[in-house]
């Protein structure tokens, strides 16, 4: 039984991963059509074409490290050599250059590559150093809900400051803009979050250990022809990328939804205190609410499986995006608007920890079936559904805006389409989206039963291994 120290320390990882990730799904489409000067279309472009080399660099950054051996294991390494890079590259992401609509235009391009590039050079490790921390099924899904509940305290955190945390940085440099505030603002509130992104990588580093010895790998071609045989690896990333998908539709939806629906001037009552409903306030009670999501995705899964616990909380995302679709602009509706955001993160926070421990379940079936353990393989997967959901979210959410006419100019009035597009965009889309991830979902075929006999007969392979290892010729 591992340590609350370690499990902590794991959770410490995605802390820091989400804080980033938050930022990119919540405020980088906002940011880069509103503050940096960005076309809706290019925008778009922009997110689709980076994952063109996600698609190259996240599956060679898991073989890589596969076949990383130093005397911290082969994931944990990683966590140390790019933690330096990590921060200094989300800087850069949130830099305006005074250039040409041709030089920014490309600097976009670049930075965000090499930001993927680096999240992908950090995060795949450390997705992958789950399999190896543990071979006990029901600790993997510990682990991983450790690692959701740092998340969403990362992402609770990070929202929650973002908006103020530009506000002092616009004030501190004698301006009184409003939102979304001088571009060099966001460049100096990424500073700050990246520096405490630095720390808890290294935090995660100090505190974990490998301890599970995999099977002895054949050549990456033997690998690659595995993971494509693997009927449930597909499945479930079809099912994550969905996910993601509905995840990050509305992310990206939020921000303009509340300046053109909601508006900047709405307000709340509560407990006789009178507040502004901003797109802050309405991620930060989500972040708070993805919480009790965690904290019951271990004893559902108990109860239910993996799988049911996936299904049922699909299913119910269904109707709770829809109804979103009629809930007008007022001050009764931004508090049916709460309530449904609160329902709804509840779910995603009970799905988010049970999507990697179940990769972690593929990485087992995979030694078990095909003989090869690509532990980081496999989990490369898992951040190229994230990435590829996120960017397609983003990009469709871009496309439509344009498409129905939305006015990206500073106080712009938006015409009704517009905003009938802004709220298809936070209910039916992401509706349709859950239903389609459901679908597949129903395909998946490790169950609970099936996992605990892969998981017993994976144990006395590897002990047998380890008391007659192959002879040195």
């Not at 925008?43 to 890589?64: C, I």
């Not at 390494?77 to 040409?100: H, I, K």
């Not at 998981?455 to 010729?473: D, Q, S």
């Amino acid at each position: 039984m591992a340590k609350l120290s370690e499990k902590i320390g794991y959770g410490f990882g995605d802390m820091a991963s989400s804080m980033f990730w938050k930022i990119f799904s919540a405020y980088l489409p906002f940011f880069y059509t509103n503050v940096f000067g960005l076309p809706l279309e290019l925008g778009a472009v922009l997110f689709l074409v980076t994952k063109l080399w996600d698609a190259v660099s996240d599956p060679v950054m898991g073989m890589l490290a596969d076949r990383t051996q130093t005397r911290w294991g082969k994931y944990r390494p990683w966590l140390l050599y790019m933690a330096v890079p990590f921060a200094l590259c989300g800087v850069l992401l949130l830099t305006t250059p005074d250039l040409n609509a041709n030089g920014k235009a490309v600097w976009a391009f670049a930075t965000y590559i090499l930001m993927m590039t680096v999240y992908t050079a950090i995060n795949v490790p450390y997705g992958s150093l789950l399999g190896v921390m543990t071979d006990d099924a029901d600790e993997k899904t510990v682990f991983s809900s450790y690692r959701m509940f740092f998340a969403y305290i990362g992402s609770f955190i990070v929202l929650g400051a973002w908006e103020p945390l530009l506000g002092w940085m616009n004030a501190a440099q004698g301006l009184h803009g409003e939102y979304p505030y001088d571009a060099h603002s966001w460049q100096l509130a990424m500073g700050v979050v990246a520096a405490v992104c630095l720390v808890l990588f290294l935090l995660t580093f100090s505190l974990t250990r490998e301890r599970v010895k995999t099977a002895p790998k054949g050549d990456v071609g033997a690998d690659l022809a595995s993971l494509f045989r693997n009927g449930p690896w597909w499945i479930l990333l079809a099912t994550v990328l969905f996910f993601n998908l509905m995840n990050a539709a509305r992310y990206t939806t939020i921000p303009y939804f509340f300046k053109d629906v909601v508006g900047t001037e709405a307000q709340l009552a509560f407990l006789g205190v009178t507040f502004l409903f901003t797109s802050g306030v309405f991620f930060l009670v989500g972040e708070v609410a993805n919480l009790p999501g965690v904290a019951a995705a271990t004893p559902l899964t108990r109860l239910l499986g993996k799988k049911s616990t996936f299904g049922w909380s699909l299913v119910l995302l269904v109707p709770l995006n829809a109804a979103f679709y009629f809930i007008p602009a007022t001050a009764g509706g931004y508090w049916a608007m709460l309530a449904l955001q609160v329902l709804v993160c509840i779910l995603t926070g009970v799905v988010s920890p049970l999507a990697w421990s179940m990769y972690a379940d593929i990485s087992d079936y995979a030694e078990h079936r095909f003989g090869t353990s690509s532990t980081g393989l496999i989990f490369s997967s898992s951040s190229m559904a994230q990435k590829f959901g996120g960017a397609f979210g983003s990009a469709a959410v871009l496309w439509l805006l344009a498409s129905v006419g939305y006015n990206t100019a500073e106080n712009a009035v938006q015409t009704p389409e517009a905003l009938s597009g802004l709220r298809l965009l936070m209910s039916l889309l992401p509706a349709a989206i859950s239903l389609i991830a459901l679908l597949f979902l129903a395909l998946y075929p490790l169950t609970t039963a099936k996992m605990r006999q892969i998981g017993a007969e994976l144990k006395e392979r590897r002990e047998t291994v380890i008391r007659n290892p192959e002879p040195i010729n």
